[in-house]
């Protein structure tokens, strides 16, 4: 598989008010294959959203490179090609709504591309049944549900046509149901819309599903592998700062008491199977 972003020795710095940095990433290197879905992890202040935001050229890189489908982000004129690749959502999802109806609020980006009408409401409509919002389509946006508003934010990228969606803690401001509305949306654009997705969250959970998740510390890249390896017990989470989904845990006391649970148990009917 082609790796459809790869990111070579990235350095950051923030510059201080008043003189100083602030280093957010020390010379990360990371590929991200064509069609993957990749959960992204750390402790606050790691580096995630400092890293989210070069991946579409909102940060561009101190020292290193960051290459989009082949293109480099530093280049002033790759830009716009890079930004209609990969595709932001971010956590507040009221800060997302533009527009007055969740029809426009789609349709917004679009008009700016210029396309005919009869394009723009195809690729609303579809944008709108992808999310499951197609019956809200004369709704006002501030009036729905967080996890409502997290999938029309999810929408109007979707309409885009993105190759790759990245997603800054999505849920961190919803209630389970919307965690649930969104997370499954994620993956529906990654299994049938075959997109590549960066997910970042703090929900251990919600990365149960990936093909491979990164743990960040401190700016760096400090283990990745698939959900298995990290949370079969032999990683310590809670010393990063990170907290051990539940089933995991219960497996790991269970071991510990003398049980033999195999590593790498994610789910309770798992759990259950090695118990009777
Ligand atoms: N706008 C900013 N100005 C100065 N420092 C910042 C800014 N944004 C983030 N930082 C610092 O950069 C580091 C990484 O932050 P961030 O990428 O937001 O981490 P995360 O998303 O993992 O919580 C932290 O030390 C944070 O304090
Ligand atoms: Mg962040």
Do not use: W
Request: aromatic content about 6%; some cysteine; overall charge negative.
């Amino acid at each position: 598989m082609s790796n459809i972003i790869e990111i070579k020795s990235l350095t950051y710095h923030y510059p201080l008010e008043g003189g100083g940095s602030v280093k957010a990433l020390d010379d990360l290197s990371l590929q991200i294959a064509e069609g993957e879905y990749l959960a992204l992890i750390g402790p606050n202040g790691s580096g995630k959203s400092t890293l989210a935001r070069h991946l579409n050229a909102l940060l561009l890189p101190g020292e290193g490179d960051v290459l989009v489908d082949g293109l480099s982000t530093s280049r002033e004129e790759y830009r716009y090609e890079i930004r209609r690749y990969v595709g932001m959502v971010f956590q507040n999802p009221d800060n997302q709504i533009v527009a007055t109806t969740v029809e426009e609020d789609v349709a917004f980006g679009l008009e700016n591309l210029a396309l005919p009408p009869d394009v723009i409401r195809r690729r609303v409509a579809e944008a709108l049944e992808m999310v499951g919002l197609t019956s809200f389509s004369q709704h006002a946006p501030h009036l729905l549900s967080g996890g409502q508003k997290q999938r029309l934010a999810i929408a109007g990228v979707f309409a885009m046509q993105p190759r790759c969606l990245v997603l800054d803690e999505p849920t961190a401001m919803l209630d389970p149901r919307g965690r649930r509305e969104v997370l499954e949306t994620v993956k529906r654009l990654n299994r049938s819309e075959k997109i590549t997705i960066v997910h970042i969250t703090h929900f251990m959970e919600e990365t149960f599903d990936a093909d491979r998740i990164i743990i960040m510390d401190k700016g760096r890249v400090i283990l990745e592998g698939q959900p298995p390896d990290i949370f079969g017990g032999e990683v310590d989470l809670e010393s990063l700062g990170l907290e051990m989904p539940s089933i995991p845990k219960v497996a790991q006391i269970l071991r510990a008491g003398g049980l033999k649970i195999p590593p790498g148990v994610l789910d309770v009917k798992q759990l259950v199977n090695y118990l009777c």
